[in-house]
């Protein structure tokens, strides 16, 4: 993540935040007074009257001490061993020391990593979804009986809304990784294990993240936990490619834990983690796209996933079939998936059957009234 925010501190945020906070300025000011009184000894709870320099339009109030006490928490949660902040990649820029929130300021580590990260969330979801959407996926899954009324609109809303709380909530695993609580490493030599490490490291993130995401998804799958979180994913039973980020916030945040345990505990170069982490959302959205391209037994592809929508209890996995082979939640996509052409009555009565044992599955687990709104 020092990678990615470093390019973006050099190009945009040094020059935003020396405008928009400049050392000297009026929030300065403020700043280094509401430090300087001590607030933190002064205030014992929020409820108390502050001095009245600090108060609003010269009346003490909660709002006013509330943002004195965050004021002077600004001053005292500067980073003074510099782990982030010192130029490395690029040079130094004209702006960069002409801020009070410095490089190293955890609240404008915090501030960038977010809006960084949830506008490369935004970017990457709709123009993944929409090049899969335009060039990938078969329309013909719209008239599926169990294809919901105006489901495209549904599941864009439900993913753009999602992304940034997801983002949030994942902010504290970048901001340790930033200040160098984790194994990322950036120098290839002998002593990092040199390229032959790289090589290792790819599988190595891939199958300790499906083991992880496979106990996640199969938790998350208990009746009381998957009506709290997992449902709104499952509301699409036959999926566009635009699914794929259609989450509850805290649902795909817990699925995400395991792409970020996994460089705390273990060695992984930095590049290395950004194009996994890349590949990810791009495998996120492939394999909700409905484009059935191989009926592997070991990959779990968009036809195992495509069964995960139909029959929820199956094919819990995100890469592999390993551990649903192991936890006995495998279930083999139909051979009528990859026959091409198939002919509208034939796939309307396998729709049919689809739906039938869907339904079977569905009202044990949700129960049996249905929210969903299906196309006509």
């Not at 983690?273 to 009926?295: A, K, Q």
Request: charged residues 15%.
């Amino acid at each position: 993540m020092d990678i990615v925010l470093e390019i973006t501190d050099y190009y945009l945020f040094d020059r935003a935040y020396a405008s928009l906070l400049p050392k000297g300025g009026a929030v300065h000011q403020y700043v280094e007074k509401a430090a300087s009184l001590e607030l933190v000894q002064k205030i014992p709870f929020l409820g108390q009257t502050i001095p009245s320099e600090l108060s609003v339009n010269g009346t003490s109030s909660a709002v006013s001490t509330t943002f004195a006490y965050l004021s002077n928490a600004v001053s005292n949660f500067q980073n003074k061993e510099e782990v982030y902040g010192l130029p490395n990649f690029l040079p130094a820029s004209e702006y960069i020391d002409a801020s009070f929130l410095s490089r190293s300021n955890i609240f404008r580590e915090v501030l960038s990593i977010f809006l960084v990260t949830a506008i490369f969330g935004w970017v990457l979801y709709f123009t993944v979804a929409y090049l899969s959407y335009l060039f990938v996926f078969d329309r013909k899954i719209f008239n599926h009986p169990r294809y919901l009324k105006n489901q495209v609109y549904l599941e864009i809303v439900q993913a753009s809304t999602a992304i940034p709380v997801m983002v949030l909530l994942t902010a504290p695993f970048f901001i340790a990784e930033l200040n160098g609580l984790s194994c990322l490493y950036m120098d290839i030599n002998e002593s990092t294990g040199g390229w032959k490490a790289l090589l290792f490291q790819i599988p190595a993130f891939i199958l300790f993240t499906d083991c992880g995401i496979y106990f996640i998804h199969r938790f998350l799958h208990w009746p009381s936990v998957y009506k709290r979180l997992h449902k709104p994913h499952h509301k699409w039973i036959v999926c566009t490619p635009f699914a794929s980020h259609a989450f509850h916030p805290v649902d795909g945040w817990f699925q995400s834990i395991p792409y970020h345990i996994y460089p705390l505990l273990f060695p992984l170069h930095k590049v290395l983690y950004l194009l996994l982490f890349t590949f990810v959302n791009f495998w996120t959205v492939m394999i909700h796209d409905g484009n059935y391209m191989s009926n592997d037994p070991v990959v779990n592809g968009t036809a195992c996933h495509t069964v995960h929508h139909l029959y929820f209890n199956y094919n819990y996995g995100q890469f592999t079939t390993l551990w649903d082979r192991i936890g006995n939640s495998y279930r083999r996509p139909d051979d009528s998936l990859f026959v091409k052409d198939t002919k509208k009555e034939e796939e309307a009565k396998l729709w049919k059957e689809q739906t039938v044992q869907m339904e079977a599955i569905r009202g044990k687990l949700e129960g049996a009234d249905d929210d969903r709104v299906y196309i006509e």
